[in-house]
Nanobody, 120 residues
Framework: QVQLVESGGGLVQAGGSRRLSCAAS????????MGWYRQAPGKQRELVAT???????NYADFVKGRFTISRDNAKNTVYLQMGSLKPEDTAVYYC??????????????WGQGTLVTVSS
């Protein structure tokens, strides 16, 4: 069983920065892709950014130029450096890992979420 533990959420002022971390642990064969999603109150969960084990990244348009995703493959950890934060970035941020954990069938694992609140 794999567990994802996020950290780094909290209150930040508009224009500020915040770094989220997510570490995967447990039975892990490989994690080809990791990413961050977010869900604001009353809205659906949406993709923020993803990164492959080879370092290829993908960003939602609304964070391009402001957020940077990175990962440490040796530690099975993914990071999200958030900058120029806006009140509309307020959401619960969820870590996702798509990998091979218990078998050779790809599975999705999710963290419990970490709340980021951006004050104006």
């Amino acid at each position: 069983q794999v567990q994802l533990v996020e950290s780094g959420g909290g209150l930040v002022q508009a224009g500020g920065s915040r770094r989220l971390s997510c570490a995967a642990s447990g039975t892990i064969f490989s994690i080809p892709a990791m990413g961050w999603y977010r869900q604001a109150p009353g809205k659906q969960r949406e993709l923020v950014a993803t990164i492959t084990s080879g370092g290829s990244t993908n960003y939602a348009d609304f964070v391009k130029g402001r957020f940077t995703i990175s990962r440490d493959n040796a530690k099975n950890t993914v990071y999200l450096q958030m900058g120029s934060l806006k009140p509309e970035d307020t959401a619960v941020y969820y870590c996702n890992a798509r990998g091979y954990f218990r078998s050779m069938r790809a599975e999705d694992a999710w963290g419990q979420g970490t709340l980021v609140t951006v004050s104006s």
